[in-house]
């Protein structure tokens, strides 16, 4: 290899190296940040530096891959993602009677679709993608994990146990509920290293994963916790069937299994045994019963909240209400048996991201909406289906666990809203997506 040749390796190694450190960074560095100078302490910040870095990035990724390369151009997720984005903006400009909040909606939708083109397009052929993601949100779990033990450390010492005092463990994020959410969509990135990974990496992802679970159950956290169960559930077949049965490892799968049913069960003694020494164990009690406890407490508020939202959907049910406007539109229908109905609550969201996408962008952004998932689910399956390495599989598997939690828990909460979700599904879908196009090419080039 002569000089020529050698500098033009080293330069584009360097300019690889320089782009996987630019796709990781926001990753670990997006969902510790914030300001007590903006209204909301972490949404704002975390929008801006989201963007300076899809801004960074896609200057650098642009000179460096030219157009041919850009799956972008014939990949049928980002195209319905363009429309869903297109038929949003008709929704702001025509319809939106709250333009600047309309605005950011629309922008975080762009920042959104652009991140995870923008990662998976750079990871698909990068075989160590899947280990760094892993090893970085490892981190970012772990200083969540250690800030919401310190917090549940001061509650311990200070006031014990209850309902309100666990609001004050929100780790790096703006509420407990959104803390919750964050850990369970962190849990297959945990147990993927727990299981798949070797020393240190493996021995933390275990210890994040147990302390993942004791902070998800004393956050009191109904609609994750109903998103772990449901989302365990579902995982189970596909657990059997793509990982057990097709790699001929039931024996194995089945010890993995009972290590982690064992691990939740221990967690269940420990919570129970902080409940019972620092407060009462009728706080979780009541708070388990109360996720069938239609008549009374905040399920019922939702409810009502949701079937007014259902007569602001009927207003204009085709292209919705405009971007931004659902939190306007509401208070027409007035604050009768809400909680709100104090005059000193005012709801800016209706706890349902696809009642709140059916508002504001109609069916036709709803419909949308949903192909994105259905594709997803897709691209996901024949990954599964077609490949039969173990590590690949596993990943998968639980990126399916962690991506239904977040659908289910979408039907109870907000998380469209929230930056800290985009980095954590973005590191779920990228891999997807970038592994999808692989698999495929190896098949036809092995028919070719």
């Known amino acids: 290899m002569n000089l020529s040749n ?12 320089i782009l996987n450190i630019i796709l990781l960074a926001p990753l670990g560095i997006v969902p510790i940040v914030f300001s007590f100078s903006t209204i909301d302490p972490v949404l704002h910040p975390r929008f801006t530096v989201l963007a300076g870095f899809i801004l960074i990035f896609s200057i ?51 920042l959104a679709g652009s991140f995870l083109f923008l990662f998976a397009q750079n990871m698909q052929n990068n075989e160590s993608a899947i280990d760094k993601i892993t090893k970085v949100i490892i981190i970012i779990s772990g200083i969540s994990i250690l800030t919401g033990l310190f917090q549940l450390y001061t509650i311990l010492t200070n006031e014990g146990l209850t309902h309100q005092s666990v609001y004050k463990m929100s780790s790096l994020y703006a509420n407990k509920n959104i803390f919750a959410e964050i850990m369970l969509m962190s849990l297959p990135f945990t147990i993927y290293s727990g299981f798949m990974n070797k020393g240190f990496w493996k021995i933390t992802g275990f210890i994040l994963c147990f302390f993942s679970l004791i902070l998800i159950l004393i956050s009191l956290t109904r609609a994750v916790w109903v998103a772990a169960l449901l989302s365990f559930v579902l995982s189970l077949p596909v657990l059997y069937f793509f990982y057990f049965k097709k790699i001929k490892t039931l024996k194995i799968g089945f010890k993995k299994i009972a290590f982690l049913l064992t691990v939740c069960i221990s967690v269940c003694f420990i919570v129970l045994f902080l409940f019972s020494k620092f407060g009462t164990t009728e706080t979780i009690v009541k708070q388990s019963k109360s996720i069938t406890g239609f008549t009374y407490g905040s399920t019922k508020d939702r409810i009502e909240l949701w079937q007014k939202t259902w007569r602001v959907f009927k207003e204009s049910p085709v292209i919705g209400t405009g971007l931004g406007s659902w939190k306007i539109n509401i208070l027409k229908y007035g604050n009768q048996e809400l909680k709100s109905e104090n005059n000193s609550t005012f709801y800016q969201r209706p706890h349902n991201d696809f009642l709140w996408i059916i508002t504001e962008q109609g069916i036709i952004g709803l419909a949308a909406y949903l192909l994105l998932l259905f594709i997803f689910y897709k691209y996901l399956f024949e990954v599964l289906n077609k490949s039969s390495d173990k590590k690949t599989n596993l990943f998968f598997i639980l990126v399916f666990f962690g991506f239904t939690g977040y659908l289910i828990f979408s039907l109870l909460s907000f998380p469209k809203e929230r930056i800290e979700h985009i980095i954590f599904f973005t590191a779920m879908m990228a891999p997807v997506r970038s592994e999808e196009r692989r698999v495929g090419k190896e098949c036809r080039s092995r028919w070719s």
């Open 6 to 17: 050698k500098q033009q390796v080293s330069k584009k190694a360097f300019t690889e190296n």
């Open 60 to 110: 650098i990724s642009f000179y460096s891959v030219s157009k041919n390369k850009l799956f972008i151009f014939q990949d049928k997720f980002f195209t319905i993602y363009f429309i869903y984005f297109f038929l949003s903006g008709i929704s702001l400009f025509y319809f939106s009677i709250n333009f600047a909040d309309g605005i950011f909606e629309w922008m975080k939708i762009f």
